[in-house]
T-cell receptor, first 114, second 109 residues
Framework: DTEVTQTPKHLVMGMTNKKSLKCEQH?????MYWYKQKAKKPPELMFV???????INESVPSRFSPECPNSSLLNLHLHALQPEDSALYLC?????????????FGQGTRLTVV | RKEVEQDPGPFNVPEGATVAFNCTYS??????FFWYRQDCRKEPKLLMS???SGNEDGRFTAQLNRASQYISLLIRDSKLSDSATYLC??????????FGAGTRLFVKA
């Protein structure tokens, strides 16, 4: 069982809707990530938060807005999405260690934009 | 050139076979290397980290060759349950983790 919990598991939204994806981890990890994965493609990094501060934004369109309320929570606010934004959105977390940053993933939110 | 390259496969092997996957990376400053496994419509799960000395976990062996910028994963005595996509993952420093496109494995009875 994953220790990174994402809600909802499935989401269908219209192009004018506003919705939020939520992610929670209680492993004490200080880095949290959002990835986007299209079918038969690898995960693509969107955002990285380190110690609750945004440290990486991979040129993601502003219709995706991340938020890190505290060290255990990560949100992704969605507004005015396009059908091509339909994908699996994965949250991950990792602990800063000297050996590298192995990440643990949540089960993802499968998003469909209609 | 892609930052992380893998043979996409698919690899179709019978149960009990030994299969090897390769992965190359372009950033010589990369510091950490991992193999993840992803089942259909599921999240990626860490299979093993890869160290310069090589490491083994049961039927799985991972190797890293920094000079050639090359990572490998060997699966011995394949099981039906090994069928999945295997993702090579490279960390180039900081929190920037790059995924390879993945190699699909089908193990047949």
């Amino acid at each position: 069982d994953t220790e990174v919990t994402q809600t909802p598991k499935h989401l269908v939204m219209g192009m004018t809707n506003k919705k939020s994806l939520k992610c929670e981890q209680h492993m004490g990890h200080r880095a949290m990530y959002w990835y986007k994965q299209k079918a038969k493609k690898p995960p693509e990094l969107m955002f990285v938060y380190s110690y609750e501060k945004l440290s990486i934004n991979e040129s993601v369109p502003s219709r995706f807005s991340p938020e890190c309320p505290n060290s255990s929570l990560l949100n992704l606010h969605l507004h005015a999405l396009q059908p091509e934004d339909s994908a699996l959105y994965l949250c991950a977390s990792s602990q800063e260690t000297g050996m590298g940053t192995e990440a643990f993933f949540g089960q993802g939110t499968r998003l469909t934009v209609v | 050139r892609k930052e992380v390259e893998q043979d996409p496969g698919p690899f179709n092997v019978p149960e009990g076979a030994t299969v090897a996957f390769n992965c190359t990376y372009s950033n010589s400053a990369s510091q950490s290397f991992f193999w993840y496994r992803q089942d259909c419509r599921k999240e990626p799960k860490l299979l093993m980290s890869v160290y310069s000395s090589g490491n083994e976990d049961g039927r799985f062996t991972a190797q890293l060759n920094r000079a050639s910028q090359y990572i490998s994963l060997l699966i011995r005595d394949s099981k039906l349950s090994d069928s999945a996509t295997y993702l090579c993952v490279v960390n180039g420093g900081g929190f920037k983790t790059i995924f390879g496109a993945g190699t699909r494995l089908f193990v047949k009875a």
